[in-house]
């Protein structure tokens, strides 16, 4: 018999409908003949399949031979395994829980203005502002909050300039589709791309390079990836901050994540309500997610630890550590080492080991080789 070339029909059984996918955008990013298209209403964050060209479940495309939204995607079948060979030349050890990584350490701009305006120290923010300047990117695909920010609403984005990186600066919890801002920047002539996103998104690149899937996965010269536990539906708004809380979306100025959900006001009042209390609006994509250390980007990001205004900073490929070395030496960043903060690291590795727990019985085995009882 011939080989099987997996096509959409596959994807849509395995991964779309499943409870696999994450709604990283990727499979629609890689498609070559625009057949697929994003749901964000509801909460739902998914791809569908046009109906003139097969419909929900079929791909007349794939039919043909094309397997391009399954070679893009991340969570289709054995994944992890086909990155990280790809990435670091080997699988995983037991011990790399959080993922194979060069080093780790705590980092934060040395710009006070880029600092100030990011979130945790301004890192990603920092190597984003760098990359554009040095002629290491063209454009970064980011996401920005829609309108005038008073929705809170995150939308996926192109920064092209230092001043559009600072407008995407912040942390949102809800969920953005970065990669969707593909088709604006290359339209706009870019063709080294930076992708900051969290763990779902941060995997798609090297996947797609793994799995040969053409001129796309070329054009990401820089993957940036947030640690990240889950993101929460729109809903919560209205129906836990707006409710519970009286806390109008439209007066809140910042939001951030440190044990407990911290609001400030635009008032200057500041609030902080139980993780448990918001439990209930985990986004649907995030709940099979095994990866919270974002393990596959070139550089791994998060502010988590003792220090605000440092970020925990993991450099994985040769890529990450290149760039990172740059930016010591240009003095765009300021590090320290991470035994100054090993509570982070700890933190780490504890969610790392709980995200894996997540991944379902039913899928390919990936996450569940590596014994999630291991210190």
């Given at each position: ?176 589709a970065n990669t969707l801002g593909y088709a604006d920047a290359i ?189």
């Amino acid at each position: 018999m011939p080989p099987e070339k997996p096509h959409w029909a596959h994807l849509f059984t395995e991964v779309v409908t499943s409870g696999l996918c994450t709604g990283c955008a990727a499979c629609i990013v890689a498609c070559p003949y625009d057949v697929l298209g994003y749901d964000d209403a509801g909460g739902r964050y998914r791809p569908f399949h046009v109906e003139e060209a097969g419909g929900a479940e079929d791909c007349t495309h794939g039919e043909k031979g094309c397997t391009l939204c399954t070679r893009a995607c991340p969570r289709f079948r054995d994944w992890e395994q086909e990155i990280d060979t790809f990435l670091f030349g080997r699988e995983r050890l037991d011990s790399e829980v959080s993922g194979v990584s060069d080093e780790v350490v705590l980092a934060r701009a040395a710009d006070p203005t880029v600092n100030q305006a990011g979130q945790d120290g301004g890192l990603v923010s920092a190597m984003l502002i760098w990359a554009l300047e040095n002629d290491v990117i063209d454009a970064a695909l980011v996401s920005y909050l829609e309108g005038d920010g008073t929705s809170w609403k995150a939308v996926p984005g192109v920064a092209r300039t230092r001043d559009e990186v600072l407008q995407a600066a912040g942390s949102r919890y809800t969920y953005s589709a970065n990669t969707l801002g593909y088709a604006d920047a290359i339209a706009g002539g870019a063709e080294r791309l930076a992708l900051v996103g969290m763990s779902c998104q941060a995997s798609a690149p090297p996947v797609m390079s793994a799995r040969r899937a053409g001129k796309v996965a070329r054009r990401f010269a820089l993957t940036i990836g947030l640690l990240c536990s889950k993101t929460f539906d729109d809903a919560i708004f209205p129906e836990l901050f707006e409710e519970r809380y009286g806390l109008a979306r439209a007066a809140i100025a910042k939001m951030n994540i440190k044990g407990v959900f911290q609001v400030w006001m635009r008032d200057g009042s500041y609030h902080e309500i139980p993780l448990k209390e918001a439990h209930a609006w985990t986004r649907e994509g995030c709940k099979a997610c095994p990866d919270f250390a974002a393990e596959h980007a070139d550089i791994s990001t998060g502010g988590i630890g003792a220090f605000g205004d440092w970020t925990l900073t993991v450099v994985r490929t040769e890529r990450g550590k290149e760039i990172m070395d740059r930016l010591v030496a240009a003095g765009a960043v300021e590090v320290r080492p991470s035994s100054d903060d090993p509570g982070a690291i700890e933190l780490m590795r504890k969610l790392s080991r709980v995200s894996r727990r997540r991944w379902p019985e039913f899928a390919a085995e990936g996450p569940r080789r590596i014994p999630v009882v291991s210190a």
